[in-house]
């Protein structure tokens, strides 16, 4: 069965710091996606990356940049610098196989980030 | 904005009652899905409908139903509700193949008093 862990429930720093928020995933597929999502205190949730099982090349965009390691079955994020927008609670997902009609996500527990200005 | 809409935004009713949400999933998208968030049970997958046929079922009670429309909305219908069906209802659509990232509603919260 699937499962993801945010091991880290709550996290606040001062702005300007970096933050990281730890993903931990079990999968007994070879073929997955992993996501991260954003839910500000509005509610919503805001997709902000997949990345594929097969793809471990990082990647960076803006302030925001991911660290995927199958070794560990991690998929960590990073947001550089923080604002007091990117207060919100993160969630890391996982949806396994490859269906035509697409797959359901598991996500993890979230990660609530609270920058202070 | 997503692209995916829900209505109501909010809901209150009382235990016992019978609801129904609606969702438009973002225009091309085939998948529904539905979600169900929660303080004790965070943030669950409910169901998965595909161009109108049900495929994938996950936590879901069985006084909850959904279904999708030949026009590609969804429906999920609450019945015989109670206190702790009181959450934040999300539906997400998505692409399909390769693609699977969902998109997500605004949600609705459903409150039970």
């Known amino acids: 069965a699937q499962k993801v862990t945010q091991a880290q429930t709550e996290i606040s720093v001062v702005e300007k710091e970096d933050v990281t928020l730890d993903c931990v995933y079990e999968?007994?597929?070879?073929?997955?996606?992993l996501f991260w999502y954003k839910q500000p205190p509005s509610g919503e949730l805001v997709f902000l990356i997949r990345?594929?099982?097969?793809?471990?090349q990082n990647e960076i965009s803006g302030r925001y940049s991911w660290n995927f390691q199958k070794s560990t079955s991690s998929f960590n994020f990073t947001i550089t610098a923080s604002q007091v927008v990117d207060s919100a609670v993160y969630f890391c997902a996982l949806s396994e196989g490859l269906k035509a009609a697409g797959n359901k996500l598991t996500f993890g527990g979230g990660t609530r980030v609270l920058v202070k200005p | 904005d997503s692209g995916v809409t829900q209505t109501p935004k909010h809901l209150i009713t009382a235990t016992g009652q019978r609801v129904t949400l609606r969702c438009s999933p973002r225009s091309g998208d085939l998948s529904v899905y539905w979600y169900q968030q929660s303080l004790d049970q965070g943030l669950q997958f409910l169901i998965q409908y595909y161009n109108g046929e049900e495929r994938a079922k996950g936590n879901i009670l069985e006084r909850f139903s959904a279904q999708q429309f030949p026009d590609l909305h969804s429906e999920l219908n609450l019945s015989s509700l109670e206190l702790g069906d009181s959450a934040l209802y999300f539906c997400?659509?998505?692409?399909?193949?390769?693609?699977?990232?969902?998109?997500f509603g605004p949600g609705t919260r459903l409150t039970v008093l």
């Open positions: 999968t007994r597929d070879t073929t997955y996606y």
């Open positions: 997400a659509s998505s692409q399909t193949y390769p693609y699977n990232e969902q998109f």
């Open positions: 990345r594929n099982s097969f793809d471990e």
